[in-house]
């Protein structure tokens, strides 16, 4: 700006303009001139920079309440689950101590060694019976566990809060299964 007004002046001086209101307009114009691209720039820069953070601050937003959605969806969705395997569960019990209680009626006079047949059978559908709920059970769970640990835009602090939700419904599932058939589920792994 300095070398501007410096150059107006030299160049009113020329003209034998130097101690005139020309001469000073033309050294604060040359000034300005000189000035306004770098004014233009930092307005633009500050403008795009404004924009810029407005937009993170809605995007931010945006996505915070999305993931908010999805959890509570996520929530309903293993409540509904677990409410369902559960009246699964109960119906086949029903089933099955409707099926005894049938089989038992229409027992023929060698009554005793049918019981004791019929005992061993319904103990090992019960077994049959534990493990593949159990196994429907499991499998949920990990489904569920998959799609809480792999969403990308739900927060730590809830995801950990949603795996111990569904840690305890799975439990809480297992729990009432032990119940009904009278068993107690240890996992062991294979060869132990």
């Known amino acids: ?3 501007a007004r410096t150059g107006a002046m030299q160049t009113s001086e020329k003209r034998g303009l130097l101690n005139s209101s020309i001469a000073a307009t033309a050294g604060e ?19 795009a920079s404004n924009l810029s953070g407005q937009n993170f601050r809605q995007q931010s937003t945006v996505a915070a309440e999305g993931a908010q959605q999805r959890g509570k969806l996520l929530t309903q969705d293993i409540a509904g689950q677990s409410q369902l395997q559960a009246e699964k569960a109960t119906q086949r019990s029903d089933l099955l ?15 005793q060694s049918k019981e004791r047949i019929a005992a061993l059978n319904v103990a090992s559908q019960d077994k049959a019976q534990v493990a593949r709920v159990a196994a429907v059970f499991e499998n949920n769970y990990a489904a569920v566990f998959r799609g809480i640990a792999t969403a990308p835009d739900i927060p730590a602090a809830k995801r950990s809060q949603y795996l111990t ?18 068993v107690n589920l240890t996992w062991q792994s294979p060869g132990i």
């Open 97 to 111: 101590t409707q099926d005894i209680a049938g089989k038992t009626a229409l027992q023929t006079p060698d009554l």
């Open 1 to 3: 700006m300095a070398r």
């Open 29 to 47: 114009a040359a000034a300005i001139d000189k000035a306004l691209p770098i004014a233009q720039q930092d307005a633009a820069t500050a403008a």
């Open 165 to 182: 939700h569904i840690a305890a419904i799975r439990d809480s599932s297992l729990q009432l299964l032990e119940q009904m058939f009278g």
